[in-house]
């Protein structure tokens, strides 16, 4: 994978500024807007039945996050997806706390089924417990279980139809024949809630500008995983002043230094 042509695609991003329809979860809404913002994609949160199809067709690609769930907010998704679907729009789920409760893994399994998704983004456990294989999971925390992240990944894909990003310390995409690694992040951002969610939206951004999944993936982990230590470098060990410098970072951060610290 070309590490310049994935590295430049946050300049497409911040040239075009693609509308990215969110149906996310209430934890992490500001926090998500203004993330994609700082990186230079247009957000929109978008529940009501009444518009997310419409929504859903005008956006360049659709975020949907089972953070919070209802049914309300379940059906929502199978309109939005729908109708994303219609149009050719690529469509993004991040199955938080799959595994956690029958409810939330039923839900992710049912969106799948239902919806044609191209990136499915979670950590280990999330991935695993939708895939039917055995995972801890505590809250919506992956927590001990086998290491065999790339055969994970890569069944995901080919079971799920689409590009899987397995994130964590080392983070795996595959599309079920090709597997990539990329090991830049921080660990702080596990100590601030919604950056998980945050990279799944941007995901949606990057898939906004660029067909190939594979690509489009690697892009977006590599911009958010440099922003976040070059963040984590101006703030050290402080939560609070990370989560602030990170906004920063998205926005600053070139192409130039994603390449050069690309890993």
Known sequence: MDKTQAASLISNVREVSPLVHNIT????????????????????????????????????????????????????MLLAGKAANEMEIPVILDPVGAGATPYRTATARRILKEIDVQYLRGNAAEIANIAGKKWAIKGVDASEGPRNRD?????????????????????????????????????????????????????????AVEPDSLLAAYGALAFYGVASELAAEQTGNRPGSFQIELLNQLSLVTPTQIEENIR
């Not at 994609?36 to 994609?41: D, W």
């Not at 419409?54 to 309300?72: F, Q, S, Y």
């Not at 964590?168 to 969610?197: F, R, Y």
């Open 25 to 76: 979860n209430t934890v992490v809404t500001n926090f998500t807007a203004n993330g994609l913002l700082a990186a230079g994609a247009s957000p929109v949160m978008a529940y009501a039945h009444e518009e997310v199809a419409d929504m859903a067709k005008i956006a360049g690609a659709l975020v949907l996050n089972i953070g919070t769930l209802t049914n309300e907010v379940v059906e929502a």
């Open 151 to 207: 055969s994970l990944a890569s069944k995901a894909a080919m079971m799920f139809g689409c590009t899987v990003v397995v994130t964590g310390e080392i983070d795996t995409i595959s599309d079920g024949s090709t597997t990539i690694h990329l090991s830049n992040g921080h660990p702080i951002l596990t100590k601030v809630t919604g950056t998980g969610c945050l990279l799944s939206s941007l995901l949606g951004a990057f898939a």
